[in-house]
């Protein structure tokens, strides 16, 4: 008898579950929920790259979330909620088949909100482990996870992170000079161009880096500062961000 657990049955369940509930979903909170069933279903080596395989992506995560969202999906019988609609600056996915009022938009906006401190928790949580994937591309393990502030080591040098769940909940503090601290991306880049032209002239000057993770797609950028390990700046996936950011948005500074 073959007592093994299915993971990816598991996850796609929960997802079904989820989506099967909601009906509607913003964008931001179904992307964080499939990092969170992919953290906690566990899954082994050679099961992540199974899936990896199937979804023609180089993360589990992304891989189920961009499938959610195709219009040929690999997972057939999940709902796909492939139509989308913007509700106070925020993106809401919907399965296109479904007829909804008003009244139903309003509660998942509602229902947004009431979620928002447990999914910057989440955040946080899912951030890290695209980070160590991130920073093993580069050699790096993770050393010490401790107090919000996460080592990563290699043979000859060490990093230091901070995680903060949005670019609008960055404080640069006392203690943090050559800490580089990770954000997601944002639905927009407004927030962004608030925090530099406001903040990121005192960031650079505290000697902290901001690094931008796209979730949807995986990846880490540099928004301000370079690492010194060239190994760590192979691994962005457009590692001219942070000059280009300098040269736009630096223009309008006072």
């Known amino acids: 008898m073959n007592d093994?657990?299915?993971?990816?049955?598991?996850?796609?369940?929960?997802?079904?579950e989820l989506l099967t509930e909601r009906k509607i979903?913003?964008?931001a909170e179904l992307l964080q929920r499939v990092y969170q069933y992919v953290r906690e279903a566990g899954?082994?080596?050679?099961?992540?790259?199974?899936?990896?395989?199937?979804?023609?992506?180089?993360?589990?995560?992304?891989?189920?979330?961009?499938?959610?969202?195709?219009?040929?999906?690999?997972?057939?019988?999940?709902?796909?909620?492939?139509?989308?609609?913007t509700l106070n600056g925020r993106i809401f996915h919907f399965v296109h088949a479904g007829n909804y009022g008003d009244d139903d938009f309003k509660g998942a906006y509602d229902r947004f909100?009431?979620?928002?401190?447990?999914?910057?928790?989440?955040?946080?949580?899912?951030?890290?482990d695209l980070l160590v994937e991130f920073m093993g591309g580069a050699g790096y393990l993770l050393e010490h996870d401790?107090?919000?502030?996460?080592?990563f080591a290699s043979r000859e040098k060490t990093i230091a992170f901070?995680?903060?769940?949005?670019?609008g909940d960055v404080m640069i503090v006392e203690g943090m000079d050559g800490s580089v601290v990770i954000v997601p991306h944002e639905e927009?880049?407004?927030?962004?161009?608030?925090?530099?032209?406001?903040?990121?002239?005192?960031?650079?000057?505290?000697?902290?880096?901001?690094?931008?993770?796209?979730?949807?797609?995986?990846s880490i950028s540099p928004f301000i500062g370079y690492p010194k390990d060239m190994a760590v700046y192979k691994q962005f996936k457009n590692?001219?961000?942070?000059?280009m950011v300098k040269g736009l948005w630096g223009r309008k500074m006072v």
């Open 113 to 128: 909100q009431a979620a928002l401190e447990e999914l910057k928790g989440l955040v946080v949580l899912n951030l890290q």
């Open 188 to 218: 927009s880049p407004g927030p962004f161009v608030d925090y530099f032209q406001e903040k990121g002239v005192g960031t650079e000057e505290a000697g902290v880096k901001i690094w931008v993770a796209n979730m949807e797609d995986g």
């Open 162 to 167: 901070r995680i903060f769940p949005a670019i």
């Open 146 to 151: 401790s107090h919000g502030r996460i080592i």
């Open 25 to 27: 979903i913003a964008r």
């Open 4 to 16: 093994k657990v299915d993971k990816t049955e598991i996850i796609v369940r929960r997802l079904g």
């Open 239 to 243: 590692p001219k961000m942070a000059l």
């Open 43 to 85: 899954l082994d080596e050679a099961e992540r790259e199974e899936l990896e395989k199937m979804l023609g992506k180089d993360h589990v995560a992304v891989g189920i979330f961009a499938d959610l969202l195709s219009e040929n999906p690999v997972f057939i019988n999940l709902p796909h909620p492939d139509s989308a609609i």
